[in-house]
């Protein structure tokens, strides 16, 4: 009996060595699987190295590493990311967005009606109330699914990985907003299908976060507050954690509260300014899109910066050069009762898992959204707590999706998976 010991002891530790040699003196394998982010306003994608147990966000387009997720139909192609977003002022019945809202989604009559007041392509629903965009393609209109948008934008996302890799990309993990149900989900597998990728694995946004940010290695660690404000839309979630165990408690938020929202109010600021200063409103479609540009670029900008300086030649209006200085403290002012609503859907999460602010053991931020220094002072000021910020917020959910990817494929140095215990939870829809 003790021979037998003696030789499976020395046998794990050859194989022990052995890893242990070869993580020293081997080549790192390439990922195998790549972490998709497919966002309702921006995708992006990444990949797990071995050894350094990194991820790497990939440059997918002009060197961004999240592309808009727009998708423009043509007569004889199709465009993807800034390359549809460019021509979007030219081309809006044809150019489609927000395509995450409609997978896998079934409306109402009621709900169709409402949802296309707020886009200028055509939204038509099957006998079931699956939604589909009709689109007009050489003179005749054809329907384009919000799976088939997916699968463009994916398509763009795996030709960047297989750049990167220099060899083929057919296994993916992606996420998907925790209230998610099954259809929708299976949807979002579709899309992946549809591109050419099998996708291994869903996982839930607020739980690629908290793997981004590493909490699922933290022992003594139990309740997650994680706030995703991104483009479009803002989403709360009360996570249980422990270990690599994840059990979403509760989840509230406003689907129309975003970044968009925030440059609307810029954009009719500084319209009003135009109108007043030359006499005349600015209508054309060119230099309306060149100055909404210009305020994402102010939003960035008065991130980091206490002013940014927005300077446009208006060619509709003469060509006359239109100068104005904007402060963070008016970009505060402009939006700061928007900014008051995310801290509502925070306290409704509280509220539902009856937890007070002090039982919160760590806030994770995710989306772009966040990094407002304002918004970030906001909820620090609310929860008396500060929020982790090691991760940059935009680039949290793939990075997450990145991590469970090289797990999956067997990459070490291996960490604990995700672990998603199944909830009733309900998202709790706050205007």
Known sequence: ???????LGTAILAVLLAGYFAQI???PPKPKIVGIDLGTTFSCVGMY???TGNVSVLVTQDGHKCIPSVVAILDNKVLVGYKAFAQAEHNPYNTLYDAKRFIGKKFSSQELIDAQRQYSFKLKADADGMVSFAVVVNGTEQLVTPEDVGSYIIRELKNAAEKNLSSPVTKVVMSVPAEFDDLQRNYTIKAGHLAGVDVLRVINEPTAAALAYGLHKKSNLHNVLVVDLGGGTLDVSLLNIQGGMFLTQA????NHLGGQDFNQRVMEYLLKLIASRFKQVLEDKEDIQSLRLKVEEI??????????????HLHSLGNKLFIETVTREEFEGLNLDLFNKVLEPIDKVLQTTELQRNEVDEIVLVGGSTRIPRIIEMIKTHMNKTPNTNVDPELAVVTGVSIQAGILGGMWPL?????????RVNKIHIR
């Open 1 to 7: 009996m003790s021979s037998t010991f003696i030789i």
């Open 25 to 27: 003196y081997l080549p």
């Open 49 to 51: 190295h071995a050894v």
């Open 251 to 254: 989840m509230a938020g406003n």
């Open 299 to 312: 939003k960035l900008n008065l991130t980091y910066h206490h002013t940014a300086v927005v300077s446009l």
């Open 415 to 423: 960490t604990v998976s995700a672990v998603e215990l199944p909830t």
